[in-house]
């Protein structure tokens, strides 16, 4: 089932609109690649898909710069291949992110990424939320609350200054992380913004009328979505799970009936309430040389661990 969110951006997007016979539509994009200077970007697992993605030769069902959109199932990815095959696309090495492993479809090789985490909503505020916890996880959401509480919050707009420097904190935050990103971050937090309309909004967090961090969001019907998040070095202590609190809140006053935190950070998002959501890394290729190294890679490749924690009663 596409989501609303989905259906509004897939022909914003910068590259191929495909709808499929039921109406479905996602697009056809590659991947833009941030030159990060970190070690995230040299480690040998990811050397040659960087590549890859440089040359062009990868290319992506959906976009990898909205994580957590058009997760497809198994049969939605092979639906997919065949409408672009029916296009005569030329595609050496797709990218699907599907939502179980696809290693028993032929030529689909599949990657256990991290999970989603997402906060089933079932509270009618964040105090009955709160009160839900464990003491101890009670008392730990009380000491962010505390440490962040001299924080100002203000919506971020596209012609501010501000908005400049939220992309600056996010190119920060991620300049060691993620692989597939553009250069120019603002960019990125335009196309939403001109994408989503008034369900995108750009949550900034103000110290002495200093923007010290930042998250955003995409309203997605019941679904909330915390997309962006971006700090300086001059947060205060806990702000990260102060942002994410601060996200769960919205979802809860705003009535919505799932928030989704995204990926990365399993174990503390747990922490918060959240549940995995699991999520596969699936490439098709009927190139003898890519599906080689995909199965090589198979062989190496290890999925993170994690220990998820129970914060309720």
Do not use: C
């Not at 028993?104 to 989603?116: G, H, L, T």
């Not at 990260?240 to 990926?263: N, T």
């Amino acid at each position: 089932m596409q989501t609303t969110a989905e259906n509004v951006i897939a022909g914003k997007l910068p590259g191929r609109l495909i709808e499929l016979e039921d109406g479905f539509l996602f697009p056809l994009t590659q991947p833009l690649v941030h030159r990060s200077s970190g070690q995230y970007t040299r480690q040998r697992r990811l050397a040659v898909l960087n590549r890859w993605i440089r040359k062009g030769i990868l290319q992506v069902i959906g976009s990898p710069w909205l994580p957590g959109f058009w997760i497809l199932s198994p049969e939605q990815s092979d639906r997919a291949l065949v409408a672009i095959k029916k296009m005569r696309l030329p595609v050496k090495l797709l990218l699907s992110v599907s939502s179980a492993s696809m290693n028993e479809n032929k030529n689909w090789f599949s990657f256990k990424a991290d999970p989603m985490m997402s906060v089933e909503v079932r509270w009618n505020s964040f105090e009955s939320y709160t009160q839900e916890m464990k003491k101890k996880y009670r008392a730990r959401l009380k000491k962010v609350m505390k440490s962040n509480m001299a924080l100002e919050e203000r919506i971020l707009m596209p012609d501010e200054d501000d908005f400049s420097t939220a992309a600056q904190l996010l190119t920060t935050t991620l300049t060691d992380k993620v692989v597939a990103m553009p250069e120019n971050l603002g960019w990125l937090l335009e196309l939403y913004q001109a994408g989503f309309g008034s369900s995108f909004k750009i949550h900034g967090f103000f110290l002495e009328d200093r923007l010290i961090g930042f998250l955003s969001i995409v309203e997605d019907g019941t679904l909330l979505r915390a997309m962006h998040f971006g700090s300086s070095d001059s947060s205060p202590n806990d702000f990260y799970s102060y942002a994410m609190f601060y996200v769960i809140r919205l979802g809860i006053e705003g009535g919505h009936q799932k928030v989704s935190l995204g990926r990365t950070a399993t174990e503390i998002k747990s922490s918060y309430g959240a549940e995995p959501e699991e999520n596969y890394f699936s490439f098709y290729s009927e190139n003898w040389f890519f599906r080689g190294l995909l199965k090589l890679a198979q062989k190496r490749y290890q999925p993170k661990s994690y220990i998820l924690r129970r914060p309720f009663k």
